[in-house]
């Protein structure tokens, strides 16, 4: 079966990225059409806009996005480009899987980390609504809504049960925002209570973070509002090796973006040093989510066993190889 996908190289490491993660699914045996749409500083600048008419339209049609960095330009008054895309796709679930990679040294090599951290993607302070009261004076509005909170709640605990995890974890500050915090923890736990086979708990915030570098074996879902839910997914990300080696996904109940998370690295972009991990990891989920498990299984496997064998790595996790040769030695895993 054919799959047809939009692709977003994005821009500086992002279409080295992209051509890597091309030739490793091509690999994989899926059939995969690319629909291409080019999205960078430079088109946002030249067009005035964070999200151009084309690359909407391009993942309406296919339902399926595969996205590089994107740049969003600094100082131009331009919306970042990754919250447009959410908000005007609705991907209210950004899922983010933090696992323990072999090769990949941090300090918690004697532990292997395996939690998905589910952050609610469309409103709380990223709504963006934001006030000047009196000069020098500003508001900035935290909204938080039942509509969302439960939706996210249920896609975390949909995912733990069919994943067949343990525990959810919501993550807050109910004790001091006690009417918006409050209420995403209301809709936690009435959705909890129609997964009485999960354990269910609640973290605030602060001493979350705290425990997630002292003791992160402890973690499996993670349930948390935008806010706080970027900032500990890039926490978490750093415990397994950073934001290079980490997969993201953006899902609502029409559209699924998947994206590596990192930055576009201008510096290193044209100089073969550019690490696919995290786009390889992001399109490991889109191929599950195509359901197609057998590629997304082989890929997995056939990337744990490059960087188990430690030859064909990107300097940025130790090795001396390029990002042709790191992805010629998955291409040759894939094909055996």
């Not at 080295?16 to 091309?22: G, H, N, P, S």
């Not at 469309?122 to 939706?151: C, F, N, P, Q, W």
């Not at 425990?211 to 900032?231: K, M």
């Not at 390889?280 to 496997?301: G, V």
């Amino acid at each position: 079966m054919a799959h047809l996908v939009t692709l977003i190289p994005g821009d500086g490491i992002g279409p080295e990225v992209a051509l890597a993660a091309e030739k490793v699914l091509a690999a994989t045996g899926v059939d995969i059409q690319w629909e291409r749409v080019e999205l960078s500083a430079d088109r946002i600048r030249a067009t005035g806009e964070s999200l151009p008419a084309d690359v909407v339209a391009s993942i309406e049609k296919t339902k399926v996005g595969l996205k590089g960095p994107v740049t969003t330009p600094i100082a131009g008054g331009f919306q970042s480009v990754n919250v447009a895309l959410r908000k005007k796709l609705d991907l209210y679930a950004n899922i983010r899987p933090i696992k323990s990679m072999p090769g990949i040294h941090t300090r918690f090599d004697d532990v292997a980390l395996d939690m998905v951290i589910f952050r609610e993607n469309t409103e709380d302070l990223y709504s963006g609504l934001e006030h000047e009261i009196v000069t020098d004076v500003i508001t900035s509005i935290k909204v938080i809504t039942r509509t969302a909170s439960t939706r996210i709640a249920r896609a975390a605990f949909r995912f733990g049960s069919r994943h067949l995890r343990k525990k959810v974890t919501a993550i807050h500050k109910a004790n001091i925002m006690k009417l918006a915090d409050g209420l995403f923890l209301r809709c936690c736990r009435e959705v909890a209570a129609d997964y009485p086979h999960l354990v269910y708990n609640e973290l605030i915030v602060d001493n979350a973070s705290m425990q997630l570098v002292t003791r992160p074996e402890q973690f499996d879902i993670l349930l948390l509002p935008n806010l706080y839910g970027d900032i500990v997914s890039d926490l978490a990300a750093g415990l397994v090796g950073g934001l290079g080696v980490v997969p993201g996904a953006n899902i609502g109940d029409n559209y699924a973006v998947f994206e590596s998370v990192h930055g576009s690295a201008p510096d290193i972009a044209g100089k073969g040093l550019a690490n696919p991990t995290a786009l390889l990891r992001s399109s490991i989920m889109m191929l599950e989510h195509l359901k197609e498990m057998d590629a997304a299984k082989r890929l997995q496997q056939a990337l744990e066993t490059v960087y188990r064998e430690g030859d064909n790595l990107t300097s940025d996790v130790g090795g001396t190889a390029t990002t042709d040769q790191f992805t010629a030695a998955l291409v040759r895993q894939l094909k055996g």
